[in-house]
């Protein structure tokens, strides 16, 4: 069965840091590029970053986490993981992590997604 | 960044009506856009990508159109099961961007 499912989430402090992760399952996991996003209550997804599959020398960061937050990726696993350091009250939302499709046409668009884990910062 | 912007955010309908929603894209994205259906609690689900090309076992009722700036997704008859939240994204450029999402829910 072709899924993800991420671990990790919780109720941190602000400045506290995070680590969450994403196992695959059900498909080759080492050639896919994969990428985090994150949904806060009534607002659409953010994309947050993204790995290809040469895993540290090919990321991509927003804006708004470069520097705090690192993606990375163990292939012997088939783990994706987001490191998130210094957390914000803003960084609370539902964090998922997503597959991103190979096909033609398809680059770009994300094809398999996780249910998410929810992430709340606050003290 | 490019701005996705959706309408209606909130959409009431019966069953069996044709549904549409609109996308906005802040500069031309070519036919550069997807869409995805989320129910509460679970993980969005790709329906269309390339702007029109359906996604592998999508229902026919679901079809998408448009290039440049302007976007729709239609659903030809509503079910039941269509309840959800639905979102557009480009990937023209990066960073990928969403809309804000439109709620459909079922009179």
């Known amino acids: 069965q072709v899924q993800l499912v991420e671990s990790g989430g919780g109720l941190v402090q602000p400045g506290r840091s995070l680590r969450l992760s994403c196992e695959a399952s059900g498909f080759s996991f080492s050639n896919s590029v994969m990428h985090w996003f994150r949904r806060a209550p009534g607002k659409g997804p953010e994309w947050l970053a993204g790995?290809?599959?040469?895993?540290?020398?090919?990321?991509h960061y927003a804006d708004s986490v470069k520097g705090r937050f690192t993606i990375s990726r163990d292939n012997s696993k088939n783990t994706v993981s987001l490191q998130m350091e210094n957390l914000r009250g803003d960084d609370t939302a539902l964090y998922y992590c997503a597959r991103e499709g190979y096909s033609s046409g398809k680059c770009g668009a994300f094809h398999i997604w996780g249910q998410g884990t929810l992430v709340t910062v606050s003290s | 960044d490019i701005q996705m912007t959706q309408s209606p955010s909130t959409l009431s309908a019966s069953i069996g009506d044709r549904v549409t929603i609109t996308c906005r894209a802040s500069?031309?994205?070519?036919?550069?856009l997807a869409w995805y259906q989320q129910k509460p609690g679970k993980a969005p689900k790709l329906l269309v990508y390339k702007a029109s090309t359906l996604e592998s076992g999508v229902p026919s009722t679901f079809s998408g159109s448009g290039g440049g700036t302007e976007f729709t997704l239609t659903i030809s008859s509503l079910q039941p099961d269509d309840l959800g939240t639905y979102y557009c994204?480009?990937?023209?450029?990066?960073?990928?961007?969403f809309g804000g999402g439109t709620k459909v829910e079922i009179k």
């Open positions: 500069q031309t994205i070519n036919t550069w």
């Open positions: 994204q480009q990937y023209s450029s990066y960073p990928p961007t």
């Open positions: 790995i290809g599959v040469g895993g540290d020398t090919e990321t």
